[in-house]
Nanobody, 125 residues
C-alpha cells in the first residue's frame, strides 16, 4: 500500500524559514521520482520542486529557485523541502507527490500517480 504524509507546515513571518517533510510508504515509491506542489487560495495547483528516485537530481520552479531546497533520504523513506526567505506569495497548501519518472513530476499534475493530503504554509506578519 502506498502512502504519502506531509508534515511541518505552519505560520511563519516573511523572510523566515520552514522545513516540510514527506514520509512515504510502499516499495513502489523506492523507484519513483518525487516532488512538491502547492496550491494557493483561488489558484491552480502548481509545481514547486522535484527530486529523482536516487536523490541525485533535482529541479525547481523559477520562483523558488535559490530559496527552496528539495532532498530525499532513501534509507528513512523521507523527502524534505527546506524553504528559506519565504514571502507572502508562498502561502499555500503544499503537497507531496510521486510519479514513475523525474520528467513526469516536472511536467505536471496529470502524470502524478500518488498524492499526499497536504500541509498548510501561511506566510504572514
Amino acid at each position: 500500500q502506498v502512502q504519502l504524509a506531509e508534515s511541518g507546515g505552519g505560520l511563519v513571518q516573511p523572510g523566515g524559514s520552514l522545513r516540510l517533510s514527506c514520509a512515504y510508504l510502499g516499495r513502489t515509491l523506492e523507484t519513483y521520482a518525487m516532488g512538491w506542489f502547492r496550491q494557493a487560495p483561488g489558484k491552480e495547483r502548481e509545481f514547486v520542486a522535484a527530486v529523482s528516485w536516487s536523490g541525485s537530481s533535482n529541479y525547481y520552479a523559477d520562483d523558488v529557485k535559490g530559496r527552496f531546497t528539495i532532498s530525499r533520504d532513501i534509507a528513512k523513506k523521507m523527502m524534505y523541502l527546506q524553504m528559506d526567505s519565504l514571502n507572502y506569495e508562498d502561502t499555500a497548501v503544499y503537497y507531496c507527490a510521486a510519479a514513475p519518472s523525474f520528467r513526469a513530476v516536472i511536467v505536471g499534475t496529470d502524470d502524478i500517480e500518488y498524492w499526499g493530503k497536504g500541509t498548510l504554509v501561511t506566510v504572514s506578519s
